[in-house]
């Protein structure tokens, strides 16, 4: 699976962005996928979680209740909705895909990776 993340651009505080991670291949549907983010100067951390089917989220305490995510299997592509955006979520979006699923949002291993978006929100 290739994965191709998109949608990134500026904004400011209070706006909205939607981040595309379009995947190549038949297997997108048997992976369960990842939006995570890495500022300048800090660790990568982990922003949502989707399972393959859809029905299972999983969010970073800081975006709950400003992100959604969401995917098309039809499609191949996984969404990440961002609203009510602040500066601290200035950072670089990488979309990942994972067979196994967990409920561990650290030291997750993935089987692939997409490259960042950069998302640049201003005050």
């Known amino acids: 699976v290739q994965l191709q993340a998109s949608g990134g651009g500026s904004v400011q505080a209070g706006g909205s962005l939607r981040l595309s991670c379009a995947a190549s291949?038949?297997?997108?549907?048997?992976?369960?996928m990842d939006w995570l983010r890495q500022a300048p100067g800090k660790e990568r951390e982990f922003v949502a979680r989707i399972s393959w089917t859809g029905v299972t989220t999983l969010y970073a305490d800081s975006v709950k209740g400003r992100f959604t995510i969401s995917r098309d299997n039809v499609r191949n592509t996984l969404y990440l909705q961002m609203n009510s955006l602040e500066p601290e979520d200035t950072a670089d979006y990488y979309c990942a895909a994972a067979r196994k699923w967990t409920t561990d949002t650290s030291g997750r291993e993935y089987d692939y990776w997409g490259q960042g978006t950069l998302v640049t929100v201003s005050s």
């Open positions: 291949g038949r297997t997108f549907g048997s992976y369960n």
